[in-house]
């Protein structure tokens, strides 16, 4: 690898602090309302993802300045750390649960999900191993059973907590990384059809994902329960127009629309700034997508290539499914928006992996 370091890709820190900014001018006009009725002070949330902006944006300029192949040398031990923590989650009395969900470990004050960090470590190891197995992913034996071995691993004890929006997101980066990698088209049809079985099994397995589906395709069924979230959504995302209400003038967030500030900010957003608001962030998204893909293309080794690629990749899949759920187009998942949601670990994770893909866009020739 070249050890000629250049300046790290300025256009893409322009563009994740431009989303951050929108997100914690969101935050605060999302939340306001709930926080003050809850915790008696409007910027209760506001302050919090302030506070973890600050430390993810630290974070994400230190990280900048480190050789993105120090992840490739500790990506053993990262996700070793990472599955403890996911094991230690599901122990009664050390995992917090909320929203039906076992996700978190309480730390003082404030709490972590190890998914989070896991879908991090699982990019930095499986970049690892693609980039010294690269002449054997087209054998499924050699090269796909190991890789999506270990992947359905972590993504069954995710499951355990459970939170099928973490797991998706983990499995669908990693299924691109190998697929870009060179892997069989044939290999991933088969595995696509056991992949569409597992799924069917595990919404059976569980009433409440059940209701989530038929919600999904109908959400006005069950006006009051299974499809609230959906028809609340829709509701604030209709009125904003083109302009939108105006900024803090959203009426869904006033009890309407459980916890705004987090899965569901983009319909607040949408309300509030209309069709213009809603685009802008978008064509921010897409922008940090395209400077991913390019700095992808451009790094001078496999590993640096995995790597940005599964970066770039977690936070566009992880838009996708927010929005498609956002707008009515998927059963609602538990997915936050990058950047915009509130979320300490979300936020965190993500800032900090910007900062890996900056730091290989120094190498990247592009």
């Excluded at 009664?92 to 309480?106: E, K, T, Y």
């Excluded at 499995?171 to 870009?180: A, N, P, R, S």
Aim: charged share 10%; glycine share 10%; proline share 4%.
């Amino acid at each position: 690898m070249s050890t000629k370091r250049s300046t790290p890709d300025f256009f893409l820190i322009i563009v994740t602090l431009s989303l951050l900014t929108i997100g914690l001018i969101m935050v605060y006009s999302a939340s306001a309302i709930w926080a003050t009725y809850k915790f008696d002070d409007s910027f209760f949330f506001a302050k919090r993802q302030l506070l973890f902006a600050g430390l993810g944006v630290c974070a994400m300029f230190v990280i900048m300045n480190i050789d993105y192949w120090t992840w490739r040398t500790w990506s053993k031990a990262l996700i070793i750390v990472c599955f403890i923590m996911l094991v230690l989650v599901l122990i009664p009395g050390v995992g917090l649960v909320r929203n039906g969900s076992q996700s978190w470990i309480g730390v003082g004050a404030f709490s972590i999900q190890p998914s989070e960090f896991m879908k991090f470590a699982m990019i930095t190891f499986l970049a690892k191993f693609l980039a010294e197995n690269q002449k054997s992913i087209t054998s499924f034996k050699k090269g796909m059973v190991p890789a999506l071995s270990l992947v359905f691993l972590v993504f069954g004890i995710i499951m355990l907590q459970p939170d099928l929006g973490t797991g998706t997101v983990l499995v669908g980066t990693c299924i691109v990384m190998i697929f870009v990698s060179g892997a069989k088209i044939s290999h991933f049809i088969g595995l696509g059809l056991v992949g569409v079985a597992g799924f069917v099994v595990l919404v059976l397995s569980a009433p409440y994902r059940i209701k989530r589906i038929t919600s999904f395709l109908d959400p006005w069924e069950d006006p009051l329960g299974s499809g609230f979230q959906i028809i609340q959504s829709l509701y604030a995302i209709g009125p904003g127009g083109l302009l939108g209400l105006g900024l803090g003038q959203s009426r869904q967030k006033f009890f309407y629309l459980p916890e705004p500030q987090t899965d569901f900010i983009f319909a607040i957003l949408a309300e509030e700034l209309g069709f213009i608001g809603g685009s802008l962030v978008l064509i921010l998204f897409s922008l940090l997508l395209w400077r991913g893909i390019r700095i992808a293309l451009g790094a001078p080794d496999l590993y640096g290539s995995f790597l940005a690629l599964g970066i770039i990749s977690m936070v566009a899949i992880q838009v996708m499914i927010n929005i498609s759920v956002v707008t009515g187009l998927m059963p609602v998942t538990g997915i936050t928006l990058p950047f915009l949601s509130y979320g300490g670990s979300s936020l965190t994770l993500m800032l900090a992996a910007v900062g890996v893909l900056l730091n290989v866009s120094r190498y990247s020739r592009y």
